[in-house]
Every structure is written in C-alpha cells, then in structure tokens.
C-alpha cells in the first residue's frame, strides 16, 4: 500500500471491511515465521508503534530497525538498504521517508513495501483508521461533509484523506490560510463558513519542519483565526464530530480543552490506528503476486 489513487473505491471498502472486523474482536495469526521491518527515516510516535502492535498481534517477528544505529549513517541508499533486509529474509517492510514517492527508487524490490508517510505526499494509513473513525460514527461516506482545515499544502493526511472520501461519496471541502492550499478554491472556505456544516472537522497539524518561509502571522494568532476555539467548537452540529492526526500543536490548531471533548475522535483514531494496519498488513500478506512497484 504505497497510495490512496492506486485503489479503487471497492478496494478500499474491503480493507475497512476488515478493519472493522478487527475492532469487533476479530483476530488473526500469520501462518509460520513471517519478518518484518519498520524503516522509519521520520520521526513518529503513533505510526510506528501502532505498526509494530498490528504486527505483534498478526503473530509476525518484528525485526528492530533503527535509522540513527544502520549504515544508513554511512551513507547506504535507501534501495540497497531495503535490498539487504529483503536478502537477509524480511519479509514486508514499513517505511516513512521524507522523500515524496521514495518508493520510485526501490525497483528491483520484492517484497510488499508498506509506505508509513512519504514527505509531503501521502499516508494511507492514516487514512484507513480515519474512514474507520468515520464509518464507526455514521455507518456510511455518502453524502457526509468533511472539512480539513489547516496546513493543506503541506500535509500528506490531507492529500490521502481527501482522495478517499471523495472515492467513497463524501463531499470535502479545505480551510485554513489560503497560503497553505494549492488546490481549487471553489471547495475552500473559511473556518467560520465550514462549521455549522460539516459532520467531521478534521484538524491538521501545522508541518513546521516543511515551511520554507515565514508566514504572515504568529503562532498566537493562528488558533483565533484558522483554529477551532471553544466559541467555534459550540457552532458545530450535534454529532459532527473532531478529528486530528496528531502530534497536536495544543492550542495552535485546537484549544487544549477541545483536545478530550466529547465530541473527539482523537485518541479513538488512534486507538484504530491498530486495527487499520492489522487489516493493511495482512492484506500485504495475502497479495499474490507480491506488490510490484510503478
Ligand atoms: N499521525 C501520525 O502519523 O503520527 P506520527 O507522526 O506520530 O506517526
């Protein structure tokens, strides 16, 4: 699974099959010894462990794999990196990278590469334990409004979220400082406009380490104007509900005390995060042949 566009609305719809089916209690274990190596050459929390959690509970060997202790450090490439674990028996590898569509340089690699983030460019992970975050809560995408607001141009969450829920029927629409969005302004509003709308707000975290520039305002001045306060928080509809990546900028996309609302999904999405890639990685598994890169 390296993107969103490579599956169709069908393909997508079965993985959240089963990762639905893993948060009901279902459970499944590898057949014999299956190894696998999460490369993380990006910082994460969540992704990384929730990974190795999917993995453990899938009954698969967790190879540890630490950028800062490999020969990354003296200067091995990405592909002969990923070369050598194949060689050495790995049988599915995980990797977040900085490069967008790092995967365009592991050719020649055959075993199921999972993409864990690629730069600015997609994290369909994330997205499969946000549609079942979603899907727990209305039971459907079809006619549901999603508002992403925040460091759009910035944010693979954005660009793999908005792909899926367009591909599953619902109707997405972005904000936040119209610097941050590249794409088509009819479906851009402002915060304050998207509000009494949306049935999910999804929050995104503003991507520091990617800016190149300043931006025209402060930290402080963020949240009044492009964040959701509590004032905002209180025009939302009764069951929208709140969503957010994370890490959080507390106070910066989000007031502090919105973070454990009630109306928050936050630490459930990351509660699903296991459950998505259990049903990510056993897909993986299951691929025959295995996955091919383009
Ligand atoms: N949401 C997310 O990708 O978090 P991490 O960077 O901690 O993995």
Same mark, same amino acid.
């Given at each position: 699974?390296?993107?969103i566009?490579d599956f169709?609305?069908?393909?997508l719809?079965q993985?959240?099959d089963?990762a639905?089916a ?6 499944a ?23 190795e959690v999917?993995e ?7 190879v540890?794999f ?9 200067g091995?490439?990405?592909y002969?990196t990923?070369?050598?674990? =194949?060689?050495? #028996?790995i049988?599915?590898?995980v990797?977040?990278? %900085?490069?967008? $569509?790092y *995967?365009?340089?592991l050719?020649?690699i ?10 600015t460019?997609?994290h369909?992970?994330?997205?499969m334990l ?12 079809e ?6 607001c925040?460091d759009v ?9 908005? =792909?899926?829920l #367009? ?7 972005? %904000?936040?400082? $119209?610097e *941050?969005?590249?794409?088509?302004l ?10 009494p ?18 931006s ?5 001045d963020?949240l009044?104007k492009y ?6 928080e209180k025009?939302m509809?009764p069951n ?28 459930k999405q ?6 998505a ?17 383009k």
């Amino acid at each position: 699974m390296l993107t969103i566009q490579d599956f169709s609305k069908e393909g997508l719809l079965q993985i959240l099959d089963e990762a639905i089916a893993f948060s009901d209690g279902k459970t499944a274990k590898v057949q014999g010894e299956v190894f696998v190596a999460n490369l993380f050459f990006e910082n994460s929390t969540r992704t990384k462990i929730s990974f190795e959690v999917a993995e453990r509970k899938l009954g698969m060997q967790v190879v540890p794999f630490e950028v800062e202790h490999s020969s990354v450090k003296k200067g091995e490439t990405l592909y002969d990196t990923v070369k050598t674990l =194949e060689s050495i #028996g790995i049988d599915l590898v995980v990797i977040r990278h %900085s490069e967008n $569509e790092y *995967w365009k340089n592991l050719q020649g690699i055959d075993i199921p590469i999972i993409n864990g983030g690629d730069g600015t460019g997609n994290h369909p992970s994330q997205t499969m334990l946000d549609l079942l975050t979603i899907y727990q809560e209305f039971g459907k995408f079809e006619g549901l409004k999603v508002g992403i607001c925040g460091d759009v141009k910035h944010s693979r969450v954005a660009n793999s979220a908005a =792909e899926a829920l #367009g591909k599953l029927g619902a109707e997405v629409y972005f %904000s936040g400082p $119209e610097e *941050w969005f590249a794409g088509d302004l009819k479906n851009f509003r402002t915060i304050d406009e998207l509000l009494p709308e949306v049935d999910v707000l999804m929050l995104l975290r503003i991507q520091h380490e990617r800016h190149s520039e300043a931006s025209a305002f402060s930290v402080e001045d963020y949240l009044e104007k492009y964040g959701l306060t509590k004032a905002r928080e209180k025009r939302m509809k009764p069951n929208a509900i709140i969503m957010h990546p994370a890490p959080i900028n507390r106070g910066v996309e989000i007031d502090s005390d919105l973070v454990e609302c009630e109306r928050s999904r936050i630490f459930k999405q990351m509660k699903n995060g296991v459950f998505a890639r259990m049903a990510i990685l056993n897909r993986a598994r299951k691929q025959e042949p295995r996955i091919k890169i383009k």
